[in-house]
């Protein structure tokens, strides 16, 4: 995309440095081909994503100055999101596009059995449709099961994530993982307090994830995740995004709301594959979940000013997961890769 970073600047670069030309959104996000994430973003305007992390989301650091592609698609905030409230947004794929402001205590009791602070009647607001939500949870689950995230796999269970590294010259300063499980949501962000390269070790945020949450899950059935029951799994086209015709010979299996199924490809002018001039992103379900593509990406080179914490499904009945994380202070410019 030109002028993506500023006057004579291109970018992103995906997390392979590779052009990929059309891609579906399932595999731009299983291998953080951040410019899909960018092209989604510049067609729907910035404000779109700006709007919905401050108003649907409750982000609470973002400035008016964030309000551009960099930014929004795939990070390059001026202060950054908290680990807390990222991990928060990221929940609302696993509880059917609900989302439920984030806490630290069940509820407080003082020394005579009197509840003085307590959240566990937290209502819920519907900030995404739940047939998006169930899409975009089965999307992410393929950076789990076999792109950037396998490190944070825990067999036996369902685990969709994201990973998010920012990059400064040569250096890479931050490492995200945020994942979820049909019983837990936790958020890793790693680096140091000043900015320093960690690139030899951007594994570690979801080893420590996987750590943490297989100790949390030691012990309890896997279930799968109960997801919104309009969603169809179908056959469908990689080279135009559309459901697989009788002639189309590069499929996938993707996942639907039955009541916005993409046209069926006609196996011929409707493939993209030969373009050679755009990495626009083509997409694998409906225009809704192209739409929150953007918002699903870690927002990396961030200054995260509160510990990490994880966000509790509201069906589970244990105390969550956290680590905590030191806060930084970075430059609000470097740009990122998955
Ligand atoms: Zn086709």
């Known amino acids: 995309m030109d002028n993506y970073f500023g006057p004579g600047q291109s970018g992103p670069n995906n997390a392979d440095n590779t052009f990929h030309s059309w891609t579906p959104v399932q595999k731009a996000l299983q291998w953080s081909y951040n410019a899909s994430s960018a092209q989604v973003c510049n067609t729907m305007g910035p404000t779109t994503s700006y709007n919905f992390l401050v108003n649907q989301l409750h982000f609470t650091t973002l400035e008016q100055s ?16 908290t680990v807390k409230e990222m991990t928060a947004g990221f929940q609302i794929f696993g509880n059917n596009g609900k989302y439920f402001k984030p806490y630290t205590f069940y509820y407080v009791e003082d020394h005579d059995g009197n509840i003085i602070q307590d959240n566990r009647s937290e209502s819920s607001e519907q900030v995404i449709k739940g047939t998006t939500a169930g899409i975009m949870n089965h999307i992410l689950q393929s950076v789990v099961s076999g792109g950037t995230g396998t490190a944070a796999a825990i067999s036996g269970w369902q685990i969709f994530g994201k990973t998010g590294t920012s990059n400064m010259g040569s250096a890479t300063p931050d490492s995200w993982f945020i994942g979820g499980t049909p019983k837990v949501v936790a958020g890793i962000w790693s680096g140091y307090e000043q ?3 960690i690139s030899w070790k951007t594994e570690y945020c979801k080893q420590i994830w996987r750590s943490l949450i297989s100790q949390y899950l030691s012990g309890q059935t896997a279930v799968p995740f109960d997801l919104d029951p309009n969603i169809v799994e179908r056959t469908y086209c990689k080279s135009s995004g559309l459901l697989a015709g009788d002639s189309c010979t590069d499929t996938a299996i993707g996942y639907y709301d039955k009541n916005n199924l993409p046209a069926v490809c006609n196996g011929g002018s409707d493939h993209k594959g030969n373009s050679e001039t755009s990495s626009m992103i083509s997409s694998s379900s409906s225009s809704e979940t192209s739409s929150k593509t953007q918002t699903s990406s870690p927002q990396s080179s961030t200054s995260p000013n509160s510990g990490s914490s994880s966000h509790e499904q509201p069906t589970s009945s244990t105390p969550s997961p956290s680590s905590e994380v030191p806060s930084s202070s970075k430059a609000p410019t470097s740009s990122l890769s998955g």
Request: no cysteine; proline share 0%; hydrophobic share 40%.
């Open 195 to 197: 900015m320093k390269d």
């Open 66 to 81: 964030d309000n551009n592609i960099a930014a929004m698609a795939v990070g390059g905030q001026t202060r950054g999101v």
